[in-house]
């Protein structure tokens, strides 16, 4: 499918804020008006890198994405705007226009600037977040999906998806929201009751609407020991429409374990 | 009938076509050989797809990719478990033993690959920057592979691991202690590898010899030996420094990979 020319109303696919489409790129995310939409025969769109020195703007301000490897977002903040950013750990540092700041990740990737429109919320995996726009609300809340294995005597308990998961909504007005996510980045949108088992560590962003539980699948075989077949299960994320939802090529490698002995609300699928 | 022969797999391509249809490498463009004969692994368009069996192979992204493959009816793939990426909920899984269960688990290799069966859908994945670099291997071949190196492997290919030979070769080698082997039989098989960073493969004659920093090494034609050779680098008067490479002694195919973390030729 290719792009129509900007005229007149363009809404991104990528975003889903409209514009009037000139200037190259979205205003509102920096992805290309003019590029091929890239689906897969499974219906996963490929995230489109923000062209480089691509400007976003929001509130007053903007914001310029350069580098292709690991792109650094550089904003022109206006006195009346300010931004919130993540400092390593435990603490959120605030940055107060007028000026410039500019932030990156330190692993090859993405950029992926998710504008908020007003009232609009979604999920975020720990430590994909860059920055986000003073009125987009940040909280966090367990992410309620783990799972526990016997070791010996002890328990073991295993979060796939972090222990925690973050939370953005945009209040009194659209908000933007910058993440980075190693490698590419995919999207698409579940239909209602439609679902997709991706690996935990993929996952990038969701919509709320979309629900997440953890699944296990344990091939089909014939095992050495008895262990194995625990060491060879599936350790699944199952998303569950509708709703969008976003993964990256790149993700941990999961953890060996055992045998699971408790869970967050899960399913189960033996070969 | 005019057919274009791939540069990367010599697989026969109707005329038009600017993929090839057996492992997905741009047919419109000029191979890249070095002066000194490395060639340069095709970068697969994003979104190239290309067929194996009854099923089909996509490749999406271009910084870390992604294999997403169509499986039809009757077809399978194996791979370490760990790279699946998604999978649509009804495709089923099996296990496949190794066989060395102790060994393996010594070496640090799994001791049980799964396998996906169609019909359905399953993507794959590494964990660093890198390519896909598809190996169609034709009857009767047998290509050893780095450990962990290796994304997924059709169901006509028969999976074995063979043991690097030498102590020195193991401590220092940089490969660490096993080979993935991969053998077909009567019928062609598929073998995808990621590759870091970028991939480069040299064809060596009978006898003509290479070396390469152990952590480069990605794959060979078995008819290829590798051996950890040691070398003395003086560094002054009285100083010395000891460095191991791998020697590989032709013939046949020898794949590197430009991006490795490798500490054992030190």
């Keep these: 499918m290719t792009m129509p020319p900007a005229q007149g109303a363009y809404t991104c696919p990528y975003c889903r804020m409209a514009s009037d489409g000139g200037g190259g790129t979205c205003p509102a995310c920096g992805a290309p008006v003019d590029l091929r939409l890239k689906v897969s025969d499974s219906g996963w769109v490929e995230q489109p890198p923000i062209r480089d020195l691509a400007h976003i703007r929001f509130g007053r301000s903007t914001c310029q994405v350069s580098g292709t490897y690991v792109p650094v977002a550089e904003m022109a903040l206006h006195d009346d705007d300010w931004v919130y950013f993540s400092h390593h750990v435990l603490i959120m540092m605030r940055a107060q226009g007028p000026g410039h700041i500019a932030f990156s990740a330190d692993a090859p990737g993405e950029t992926l600037a998710v504008p908020l429109s007003a009232g609009r919320a979604i999920d975020v995996v720990e430590h994909r977040f860059l920055v986000a726009t003073g009125n987009v609300a940040y909280q966090w809340q367990n992410s309620n999906i783990w799972f526990t294995t016997q070791d010996g005597d002890d328990e073991e308990w295993h979060y796939p998806l972090g222990k925690t998961i973050d939370q953005f909504a945009a209040t009194g007005g659209n908000g933007l929201l910058l993440l980075h996510a190693p490698g590419n980045t995919f999207i698409r949108d579940l239909a209602p009751r439609q679902r997709i088992l991706v690996q935990p560590s993929g996952l990038i962003w969701k919509d709320q609407s979309v629900r997440m539980f953890l699944h296990f699948e344990y091939p089909h075989g014939q095992y050495w020991f008895s262990s194995s077949r625990y060491q060879a299960k599936a350790t699944w994320l199952t998303l569950e429409g509708p709703g969008r939802v976003a993964i990256q090529s790149v993700f941990e490698r999961p953890e060996g374990s055992g045998y699971v002995r408790r869970t967050s609300g899960a399913t189960t699928q033996q070969w | ?266």
């Design chain 2, 1 to 266: 009938m005019d057919r274009i022969e791939c540069q990367w797999c010599k697989a026969q391509n109707e005329t038009g076509r600017t993929n090839c249809t057996t492992c997905g490498a741009p047919l419109d463009t000029k191979d890249l050989v070095t002066d000194s004969g490395w060639a340069e692994a095709p970068r697969l368009r994003d979104m190239t797809e290309f067929r194996f069996s009854n099923s089909t192979c996509q490749i999406e992204g271009e910084i870390v990719p992604v294999a997403e493959i169509a499986l039809a009816q009757g077809d399978s793939v194996f791979f370490e478990h760990h790279v699946m990426l998604w999978k649509e909920p009804q495709v089923p899984l099996s296990a496949l033993n190794t066989g060395g269960g102790m060994k393996r688990m010594l070496g640090g290799m799994p001791h049980i690959l799964s396998v996906a069966h169609g019909p359905g859908r399953v993507a794959f994945s590494r964990d660093a920057s890198g390519e896909v670099v598809v190996l169609p291997l034709h009857p009767s071949m047998e290509l050893d592979v780095r450990e962990h190196a290796f994304l997924a492997g059709t169901h006509s290919l028969t999976y074995s691991f063979v043991r690097i030979q030498g102590l020195v070769n193991v401590l220092h080698g940089g490969g660490g202690m096993y080979m993935d082997r991969f053998v077909t039989q009567n019928e062609p098989g598929l073998l995808l590898l990621h590759g870091y960073g970028n991939v480069f493969q040299k064809t060596l004659q009978h006898g003509e010899k290479i070396m390469v920093e152990p952590g480069g090494f990605l794959y060979k034609d078995s008819s290829v030996t590798m051996n950890a050779v040691k070398q003395n680098v003086k560094t002054g008067l009285m100083g010395g420094h000891t460095m191991y490479l791998a020697e590989m002694t032709g013939p046949g195919r020898v794949g590197i990979q430009s991006m490795y973390v490798h500490h054992g030729s030190e």
